[in-house]
């Protein structure tokens, strides 16, 4: 599970309308679940909070700045982008209008508009390379990230690891993560942290040259 505090739910709005800024949101009728999504801007891949989220748009929880009128892609699940741009900013918040009107549950599902429903969505990750040091109960060595979440992250090595091997990842500017092999292929190695980075040190961290 994620990590998060009580003001860092996700409203799901059951309207047609792109959420507003806090002062101005009408009391529509909504359900709260924790929801971490990815923001792409141009080149560059961020992690976000979705704070609110309708079928037109979303209000995100943003940790680099944003401008009205930029165009982003929003990924509320791995892999399903939903091309968008913004109408408004607020401080640390910023409300995105979809290009298209999205099916809300399903996109929380992790449906795709061209297929049928995937399983239940991980959080999306963060395509980058940035060194790191991987340790095991044998061997200590340098690795390669290649995308990270709170929850876990790809590592570029030549190890061989056997799935739920225990290691811990250490990486520059974030705290060490303890984590489990949840697979070992093609020279890369999926992690799923034993306890969730902390998600606005992590997004700062993502945003820096690091």
């Known amino acids: ?13 059951l309207d ?3 959420p ?3 002062e101005r949101r009408s009391e529509m009728r909504r359900t709260t679940l924790l929801r971490v999504g990815k923001l792409v801007v141009g080149d560059d891949q961020r992690l976000c909070m979705i704070r609110n989220i309708s079928s037109a748009g979303a209000m995100l929880k943003v940790y680099q700045p944003l401008a009205v009128g ?15 741009r913004v ?3 607020t401080e640390d918040l910023a409300g995105v209008a979809f290009a298209k009107s999205i099916d809300v549950i399903a996109a929380l599902r992790g449906g795709r508009a061209d297929g049928p429903y995937r399983r239940a969505a ?29 929850n876990g992250a790809c590592v570029e090595t030549g190890l061989k690891l056997a799935n739920d091997a225990e290691v811990a990842l250490f990486i520059p500017g974030l705290p060490t993560a303890p984590a489990r092999v949840r697979w070992c292929r093609d020279g890369r190695v999926g992690l799923e942290f034993d306890l969730p980075l902390p998600i606005d040190r992590l997004a700062d961290w993502i945003g820096s040259d690091a």
């Open 1 to 13: 599970m994620d990590n998060f505090d009580a003001n860092e739910l996700t409203s799901v709005s």
């Open 16 to 18: 047609a309308a792109v």
């Open 20 to 22: 507003l800024p806090p």
């Open 70 to 84: 930029d165009p982003v892609a929003v990924e509320v699940t791995p892999d399903c982008p939903v091309e968008a």
């Open 87 to 89: 109408i408004w900013t």
């Open 122 to 150: 991980r959080t999306p990750r963060v395509r980058l390379t940035r060194p790191a040091r991987l340790c095991t109960e044998t061997a200590e060595c340098d690795v390669t990230l290649r995308d990270i979440s709170p």
